[in-house]
T-cell receptor, first 113, second 112 residues
């Protein structure tokens, strides 16, 4: 049963520290999405890759966030420096086509103190 | 701009009752995709259905059914004979032009 995996599942860090979240998409999927979920804002799309190329990252604060896909089996979301307002659950999702079903990972719960 | 509105923040029903979750969307485009996802207490988002804007056929899957009405820009979700395991937050989402917008979600509680 193929699943999207995300590491770490939980991360507590102090303000100013760098945070890297990793995602392994389902083998054969060519699209990867990063979302952030907070109580106040709900689910927000941060970045979107197709065939490892970034197609849209307009939802991402560019000054501190960066998203990459070094290879087809790994997507990363980095925050540097982290701030308390970045505390949220970050979800990665993958799919075969941008219009199709997205399979979500379990999320990384980030707490920035 | 695209927008999804789920006006019902929380719904509580007793087991075996039918319940409908409302979803209204806004988009200027004629080609778009609509989704429903379920987020149980475990936190993972589970895909329920995808609909493209050219397919207005209603769909039934077991106890779940969806009513897509382009005329009212609505894509409502009905659970028949609800069960305690249906308790979750349900999200409606709209996808178009590399933009995926989720509604705020409806928290459904099914009491035994």
């Amino acid at each position: 049963d193929a699943r999207v995996t995300q590491t770490p599942r939980h991360k507590v860090t102090e303000m100013g520290q760098e945070v890297t979240m990793r995602c392994q998409p389902i083998l054969g999927h060519n699209t990867v999405f990063w979302y952030r979920q907070t109580m106040m804002q709900g689910l927000e799309l941060l970045a979107y890759f197709r065939n490892r190329a970034p197609l849209d990252d307009s939802g991402m604060p560019k000054d501190r966030f960066s998203a990459e896909m070094p290879d087809a089996t790994l997507a990363t979301l980095k925050i540097q420096p982290s701030e308390p307002r970045d505390s949220a659950v970050y979800f990665c999702a993958s799919g075969r086509d941008q219009n199709n079903e997205q399979f979500f990972g379990p999320g990384t719960r980030l707490t920035v103190l | 701009a695209q927008k999804v509105t789920q006006a019902q923040t929380e719904i509580s029903v007793v087991e075996k009752e039918d319940v409908t979750l409302d979803c209204v969307y806004e988009t200027r485009d004629t080609t778009y995709y609509l989704f429903w996802y379920k987020q149980p207490p475990s936190g993972e988002l589970v895909f329920l259905i995808r609909r493209n804007s050219f397919d207005e056929q209603n769909e039934i899957s077991g106890r779940y059914s969806w009513n897509f009405q382009k005329s009212t820009s609505s894509f409502n979700f009905t659970i028949t004979a609800s069960q305690v395991v249906d308790s979750a937050v349900y999200f409606c989402a709209l996808y178009n032009n590399n933009d995926m917008r989720f509604g705020a979600g409806t928290r459904l509680t099914v009491k035994p």
